[in-house]
Structures are given as C-alpha cells and as structure tokens.
C-alpha cells in the first residue's frame, strides 16, 4: 500500500469526521437559539401544513428568491439542480449493487448536471464583481467559496472529458474506505486534485456561509406560522425563567 493511498484515506476519515460532527453541533446550536418573537415574513400561512408546504417551496423552487431576482434564482438554482443531481450520481461509488434510481440519473449527472453546476457557479461569481451593490458586501471568502466550487465541478468534468481516470478502481477505494479495507487509489493528477477539493469542502461546510442549507429550517422568518393571535408565543428561555420563579 502506497504512503498516497493511506494519505487520501485518513483525509477522508478526518474530513467526514469534522463533516458530521461539525454539523451536527451546528444543527443543535441552531435547535437551541431562542426566537423570543412572532417574526414570520409575509405573506405567512396560518398553520403548521401551510409553514412546511412553504418550506417545501423554497427548498425546491428557492422561492423567496425568485421572488427578489430572477437572474440570481436561474444561476442559483441551476447550480443547486446539478449539485443534487451530481452528488446523487456520485452514490455509485459507495454502492455495490448500484440501487436502481442512482443508474437512470447518470447520463443527466454526465451530460447536463455537470455543466448546469458550471454555469451557475460562474453567473454567481460574475454577479459578485459586476452587480455594485452585491461587490461591496462580498468577503474574501465569497469568493473562495465560489472559486472551490467551481474548481471542484471543473476538475470534475475535466476526468470525464479531457483526461479520463479509473473509475472502477476509485470505486474499489471508496467502497474499501467504507469497509475499513483500503485498496490502492490511481495516482492520476487531475483525481488527487479532485478529491483534495472535495475533502476540503467537507471539513470547511460546518464553519462556512455554505451551512445557509440545514440553517434555513431554523429560520423564524421561514418556519413559524402567523398565529399570534390565536396562540402565544413563549420562547423556550423564557418558558424556563417562568418555571424557576
């Protein structure tokens, strides 16, 4: 076993480590904060089936977005389109036998999820420097995260078209990983970037603007219902000052 096949196995340990840890204390810090006011925006549904089919709405269409801009929304969710649809196809590699939907989405993930991703990442990014308003609330690390991103699906699309690499024999290592039998992994350039990236990406997810994903179900904007008048609204602090004196 090669010193490169044990690296990229314990930076794939370490990075699903910090994945899953790191997001679920964020998920449970998010679970905790208090929301002491009624603060839903409008127009805001009266009951707990109309706040989830809301939810639902804007996870899948990004409606408030649309709403806002619809040159954001397209870019937008074309990239969120292709990343799922990726990320999807992405699962025949931790699998044997391939379950049946991750087989018929492949030449979607191939063809058109791939560059949908690049072309929404791009019109982001280009609205970052030539939209003056979105310029001058962007960070450094708008853009880094953007930059990782785009290298990723790149580097991604580059194996598939441009310089082909050994599919059979990354699955091979990923499904080892999984069953804690390290196998050797191809020492082609373009992949160890690849999967560098991706490792990257895993470990700055929970620390990174990039968490907005689980945080939307947490957001008192989005997940209360307009029932202030019918029902009162105690946050869970001052429920417990309550019972303590």
């Known amino acids: 076993m090669t010193m490169l096949t044990i690296f990229y196995a314990l930076l794939f340990y370490v ?13 449970r810090n998010y679970s ?15 009951t707990t089936a109309g706040v989830a089919w ?11 977005l649309f709403k806002a801009s619809k ?19 992405h699962l025949r590699y931790f699998q044997e036998p391939v379950w049946l939907p991750v087989v018929l989405i492949q030449p979607f ?35 880094l995260h953007l930059a990782l991103l785009l290298a990723i699906a790149l580097s991604g699309l580059t194996m598939r078209f441009v310089l082909p690499t050994d599919i059979v024999a990354v699955k091979v290592f990923m499904l080892g990983l999984l069953r804690f039998d390290w ?13 560098a990236l991706v490792a990257l990406l895993m470990m700055i ?23 202030a008048r019918e029902t009162r609204h105690i ?11």
């Open 54 to 64: 809301r939810l639902a709405r804007e996870v899948v269409f990004f409606e408030s």
């Open 32 to 46: 905790k904060t208090p929301a002491p006011l009624k603060i839903p925006t409008g127009p805001t549904p009266k």
């Open 183 to 195: 196998q050797p992994l191809p020492a082609d350039p373009i992949l160890l970037v690849h999967l």
């Open 15 to 27: 990075a699903t480590l910090v994945f899953v840890v790191g997001l679920a204390l964020k998920i």
């Open 109 to 143: 993930s191939i063809y058109v999820a791939g560059f949908a991703m690049v072309a929404g990442l791009a019109g982001l990014w280009a609205r970052r420097w030539l939209v003056d308003r979105v310029r001058y609330i962007s960070t450094p690390s708008d853009h």
């Open 205 to 227: 997810f929970p620390i990174s603007k990039l968490l907005h994903a689980p945080a939307l179900f947490f957001s008192p904007s989005l997940n209360q219902a307009d029932n």
């Open 71 to 89: 040159w954001t929304w397209i870019f937008g969710w074309a990239f969120h389109a292709g990343l799922l649809v990726v990320v999807l196809s």
């Open 235 to 245: 946050s869970a602090w001052a429920s417990a000052l309550d019972k303590h004196s």
